[in-house]
């Protein structure tokens, strides 16, 4: 059974700093893209950083580029987001994703943890 578990939200400053975590079990993490996604209350999700298995591509979206970076730890099976510079914009509630080499193989989701950012 796949499982990815995010821990490090909470509540920061405007200016403050948070690591995320995502810990995944249940499948061969080396051979996963790594993505962080987000969702805002009444907006969609969207894509916040990706990074791929081997940590050679990283991807960002335009609103955290030079504030955030995304890492992994494959001996860990563990992928991280580093927020630095936090703005209020970027309350939202934090999810991983683990997409396979495969077109034809299933994603999987974190159930997310919430950052809020206060001004």
């Known amino acids: 059974q796949v499982q990815l578990v995010e821990s490090g939200g909470g509540l920061v400053q405007s200016g403050g700093s948070l690591r995320l975590s995502c810990a995944a079990s249940?499948?061969?993490?080396?051979?996963?893209?790594m993505s962080w996604y987000r969702q805002a209350p009444g907006k969609e999700r969207e894509l916040v950083a990706l990074?791929?298995?081997?940590?050679?591509?990283?991807k960002y979206a335009d609103s955290v580029k030079d504030r955030f970076t995304v890492s992994r730890d494959n001996a860990k099976s563990t992928v991280y987001l580093e927020m630095n510079s936090l703005k209020p914009e970027d309350t939202a509630v934090y999810y991983c994703?683990?997409?396979?080499?495969?077109?034809?193989?299933?994603?999987?989701w974190g159930q997310g943890t919430q950052v809020t950012v206060s001004s």
């Open positions: 994703k683990a997409r396979g080499l495969l077109v034809s193989d299933p994603d999987y």
């Open positions: 249940g499948l061969t993490f080396s051979r996963y893209s």
């Open positions: 990074i791929s298995p081997g940590s050679g591509s990283r």
